[in-house]
């Protein structure tokens, strides 16, 4: 069974300092899709990065980057130069791609607040 | 380019009663999934629907059903109300069901009293 583990419930970071977002997942599958989301208070997922599990280079959007570690099953969030408005929940989520339809499962999350 | 939209965005319900949710996907989106959030806790997949059926379906009792209009819309129906069902309804719609970016609407808030 695929499963997804944020073990940080919340975290408070310096306003410009970088962090790091943890995420452990388990599944058997070989073709799987690994995303972060960010849930600001509005209640609206927002899509930030995306990393196939057979794409060799880390991905990286923007300030967003995502640490693969393929063989420890690790997808870590990195955010550089953290801002006021990164304050919100993140999710880790995975999807198999072997299957037309196929779910995202999500982790728990971690609360991410900026300190100015 | 309006994104997805959920009506309504807040609700209060009483036990047994019955809800209906509804989304509007993203222009160009054919595919149009649900998700409950419980407070503290991550989304939950509860069905997708693409070409107007039931594609997938999470561990969702038959309580919880669905319905896709032709113009790719979609309700949540959920019967029988339990306390339990008081959660955030995300609707995502996606370019196909094979889609690997989803694109989530605000929300439902359901309140079952």
């Known amino acids: 069974a695929q499963k997804i583990t944020q073990t940080q419930p919340g975290m408070f970071v310096q306003e410009k300092e970088a962090v790091t977002l943890d995420c452990t997942y388990d599944?058997?599958?070989?073709?799987?899709?690994l995303f972060w989301y960010k849930q600001p208070s509005s209640g609206e997922m927002i899509f930030l990065i995306y990393?196939?599990?057979?794409?060799?280079q880390n991905a990286t959007e923007g300030r967003y980057s995502l640490n693969f570690q393929k063989a420890r099953k690790s997808a870590n969030l990195v955010i550089s130069a953290s801002q006021l408005g990164d304050s919100a929940m993140y999710f880790c989520a995975m999807r198999f791609l072997g299957s037309s339809a196929s779910k995202i499962i999500f982790g728990s999350g971690t609360r991410l607040s900026i300190r100015p | 380019d309006a994104g997805v939209t959920q009506s309504p965005t807040h609700l209060i319900k009483t036990r047994g009663q019955q809800v209906t949710l509804r989304c509007s996907p993203k222009s160009g989106h054919d595919t149009v999934s649900w998700y409950q959030q419980a407070l503290g806790q991550g989304p939950q997949f509860i069905f997708q629907?693409?070409?107007?059926?039931?594609?997938q379906r999470g561990n969702f009792p038959d309580r919880f059903s669905g319905h896709q209009f032709p113009n790719y819309s979609s309700e949540l129906n959920v019967n029988a109300l339990l306390l339990g069902d008081s959660a955030l309804y995300l609707c995502?719609?996606?370019?196909?069901?094979?889609?690997?970016?989803?694109?989530f609407g605000a929300g439902s808030r359901l309140t079952v009293l």
């Open positions: 995502a719609s996606s370019p196909g069901a094979g889609a690997n970016v989803l694109t």
């Open positions: 629907y693409y070409e107007e059926e039931e594609r």
């Open positions: 990393q196939g599990s057979y794409d060799e």
């Open positions: 599944t058997s599958d070989q073709s799987y899709g």
